[in-house]
């Protein structure tokens, strides 16, 4: 439809074009500027202006249908990516293609991994990580052959295993076990080595027990340069860690940042980490300055239970889900308020993402028996909501039977 829509856009301005050279012809006037073409949408929207076109009236044919070719080769190789979702109730991980939305492969992790929680890509799109939150550890897949090339053991209640934006290391957050494991990532040789172990128990800083209930890491996020990573606490706080030097560098107790916290998610430009925390009566953001690591606002998202985030693939907003009040808060990343909201995304919505042309948000409905969770977050509609971004309705759902949690998205190169 889009190729069919750009095709008649082009016949038109081919048209209008023959129309204003015979009448330059017949009168002997000069050209004129093309007003036509900005009154029909489909050309304004498709067709790129050339400044030089006005002055330039032997602009060939050859080149015009290049700049086409050239339009609908990026708009198509947009559209090229796989949606990978995580079902902990069912161990197993689905792929479901974003052309059509449909299921076109299972991995089955009966014996890979207990209850994949949380999937995460490298930056190229080469590997997902899977924090397999009952059996404590960490799987690879080589995303090409969705061959599950190792499985490392990292800690009790591997909760989320995240790889640095460099791709050369992963640091896993492990629940009970109170800790932060890192992997060190030799891509060349497809080697994952388990190498240093952050004990945050032991942490001087999180011994106050009124401020840091307990020290267990639950979700994380890198600054931009991976220097240093943002990590969240289950009962209520969060840490800044020093990724070199595998240290806490900052702290936050639980009255300045909330318990059961996951949203962790870098502004665009850098410049600012998010974070959320979430219960069954509040829901609550957070917004850090990555250079003086101070927390500089915080504000409720109006729902219940805030959990996943993402940012639209055009950086203008960010996304947050509530997992009570089934539905999500829109942020604007400059002044950090929520500016809209979608009444209605699935029931139960954990985790989410975009598709690469910020038209459809792919969010995951958790099940009516949750394999993990620390207070109420069932769902009657296990599976994968889609949600069309402009017009903020739901859309579609991708059925499955079990408990979905992870989800990250996959571009496809050639």
């Given at each position: 439809?889009?190729?069919?829509?750009?095709?008649?856009?082009?016949?038109?301005?081919?048209?209008?074009?023959?129309?204003?050279?015979?009448?330059?012809?017949?009168?002997n006037e000069?050209?004129?500027?093309?007003?036509?073409?900005?009154?029909?949408?489909?050309?304004?929207?498709?067709?790129?202006?050339?400044?030089s076109?006005?002055?330039?009236?032997?602009?060939?044919?050859?080149?015009?249908?290049?700049?086409?070719?050239?339009?609908?080769?990026?708009?198509?190789?947009?559209?090229?990516?796989?949606?990978?979702?995580?079902?902990?109730?069912?161990n197993?991980?689905?792929?479901?293609?974003?052309?059509?939305?449909?299921?076109?492969?299972?991995?089955?992790?009966a014996?890979?991994?207990?209850?994949?929680?949380?999937?995460?890509?490298?930056?190229?799109?080469?590997?997902?990580?899977?924090?397999?939150?009952?059996?404590?550890t960490?799987?690879?897949?080589?995303?090409?052959?969705?061959?599950?090339?190792?499985?490392?053991?990292?800690?009790?209640?591997?909760?989320?295993?995240i790889?640095?934006?460099?791709?050369?290391?992963?640091?896993?957050?492990?629940?009970?076990?109170e800790?932060?494991?890192?992997?060190?990532?030799?891509?060349?040789?497809?080697?994952?080595?388990?190498?240093?172990?952050?004990?945050?128990?032991?942490?001087?800083?999180?011994?106050?027990?009124?401020?840091?209930?307990?020290?267990?890491?639950?979700?994380?996020?890198?600054?931009?340069?991976?220097?240093?990573?943002?990590?969240?606490?289950?009962?209520?706080?969060?840490?800044?860690?020093?990724?070199?030097?595998?240290?806490v560098?900052a702290?936050?107790?639980?009255?300045?940042?909330g318990?059961?916290?996951?949203?962790?998610?870098?502004?665009?430009?850098?410049?600012?980490?998010?974070?959320n925390?979430?219960?069954?009566e509040?829901?609550?953001?957070?917004v850090f300055?990555?250079?003086?690591?101070?927390?500089?606002?915080?504000?409720?998202?109006?729902?219940?239970d805030?959990?996943?985030?993402?940012?639209?693939?055009?950086?203008?907003?960010?996304?947050?889900?509530?997992r009570?009040?089934?539905?999500?808060?829109?942020?604007?990343?400059?002044?950090?308020?929520?500016?809209?909201?979608?009444?209605?995304?699935?029931?139960?919505?954990?985790?989410?993402?975009?598709?690469?042309?910020?038209?459809?948000?792919?969010?995951?409905?958790?099940?009516?028996?949750?394999?993990?969770?620390?207070?109420?977050?069932?769902?009657?509609?296990?599976?994968?909501?889609?949600?069309?971004?402009?017009?903020?309705?739901?859309?579609?759902?991708?059925?499955?039977?079990?408990?979905?949690?992870?989800?990250?998205?996959?571009?496809?190169?050639?």
């Amino acid at each position: 439809m889009k190729v069919r829509n750009l095709f008649l856009g082009v016949v038109i301005v081919f048209l209008l074009t023959l129309s204003a050279c015979g009448a330059n012809s017949n009168n002997n006037e000069t050209p004129a500027t093309d007003n036509n073409v900005g009154e029909n949408d489909h050309v304004e929207n498709n067709v790129e202006e050339n400044d030089s076109e006005e002055n330039d009236n032997d602009v060939s044919d050859e080149n015009d249908g290049n700049e086409e070719n050239e339009e609908v080769s990026e708009e198509m190789a947009s559209e090229a990516y796989e949606v990978w979702v995580a079902d902990q109730g069912t161990n197993e991980i689905h792929i479901i293609e974003g052309a059509t939305d449909e299921i076109i492969e299972t991995i089955d992790f009966a014996d890979v991994g207990d209850k994949p929680h949380m999937l995460v890509f490298d930056d190229e799109h080469e590997y997902a990580y899977v924090a397999n939150m009952g059996s404590g550890t960490v799987s690879v897949i080589r995303a090409e052959d969705r061959e599950v090339i190792t499985t490392v053991e990292t800690g009790e209640g591997a909760h989320a295993a995240i790889p640095s934006p460099d791709g050369e290391r992963v640091l896993t957050a492990n629940v009970p076990a109170e800790t932060l494991t890192e992997i060190i990532v030799d891509k060349s040789n497809e080697e994952f080595t388990v190498e240093r172990e952050l004990d945050l128990s032991e942490v001087e800083a999180l011994q106050d027990e009124d401020e840091f209930p307990n020290q267990s890491p639950i979700c994380l996020e890198y600054t931009a340069d991976g220097g240093k990573a943002y990590v969240t606490l289950g009962g209520g706080g969060l840490v800044v860690v020093d990724v070199e030097d595998l240290e806490v560098i900052a702290s936050f107790g639980k009255s300045e940042v909330g318990a059961h916290g996951c949203g962790t998610v870098l502004s665009p430009d850098g410049q600012h980490m998010f974070a959320n925390s979430g219960s069954t009566e509040l829901a609550e953001y957070y917004v850090f300055d990555t250079e003086t690591d101070e927390l500089i606002h915080t504000e409720e998202t109006g729902g219940i239970d805030a959990h996943g985030v993402a940012f639209t693939p055009n950086d203008e907003h960010l996304w947050m889900v509530n997992r009570v009040t089934d539905d999500a808060a829109i942020i604007d990343p400059e002044s950090f308020e929520v500016v809209d909201s979608v009444d209605f995304v699935g029931e139960a919505p954990d985790l989410l993402v975009f598709s690469p042309d910020g038209k459809y948000a792919y969010i995951t409905l958790r099940g009516p028996e949750p394999a993990t969770g620390t207070h109420d977050m069932a769902g009657d509609t296990p599976g994968v909501a889609i949600i069309d971004v402009e017009n903020q309705s739901k859309v579609d759902l991708v059925e499955l039977e079990g408990d979905p949690h992870g989800i990250d998205l996959r571009i496809l190169h050639d």
